[in-house]
């Protein structure tokens, strides 16, 4: 079994800043992209920010220039580094990573339990 936890939540003011982290744990072998989305009351879940095995990122547009992902494959963790911050970001964000299962040498995919992001003055 596979877990993603992910840590780096809370309520921060305009303009700051939060890194969420989260790692992955458990019977892996290889893991491919990984990714944070987010959902906001009411709304959707949306991709934030995706980063493949191999390091290349994508980001939605809303957060381009102010959002971060990296990953350390070592660790089995990924990271999103968040700066100026908006009231718009406000969501719970969610960990995702795809894993090789073996058995079929397929990649699965996997999600976090979330964390909780809030930006208000």
């Known amino acids: 079994q596979v877990q993603l936890v992910e840590s780096g939540g809370g309520l921060v003011q305009p303009g700051g800043s939060l890194r969420l982290s989260c790692a992955a744990s458990?019977?892996?072998?290889?893991?491919?992209?990984m990714g944070w989305y987010r959902q906001a009351p009411g709304k959707q879940r949306e991709l934030v920010a995706g980063i493949t095995g191999d390091g290349r990122t994508n980001y939605a547009d809303s957060v381009k220039g102010r959002f971060t992902i990296s990953r350390d494959n070592a660790r089995k963790t990924v990271y999103l580094q968040m700066n100026s911050l908006k009231p718009e970001d406000t969501a719970v964000y969610y960990c995702?990573?795809?894993?090789?299962?073996?058995?079929?040498?397929?990649?699965?995919?996997?999600w976090g339990q979330g964390t909780q992001v809030t930006v208000s003055s």
């Open positions: 995702n990573a795809n894993v090789l299962a073996l058995s079929s040498g397929r990649y699965v995919g996997f």
């Open positions: 458990g019977s892996i072998s290889s893991i491919g992209a």
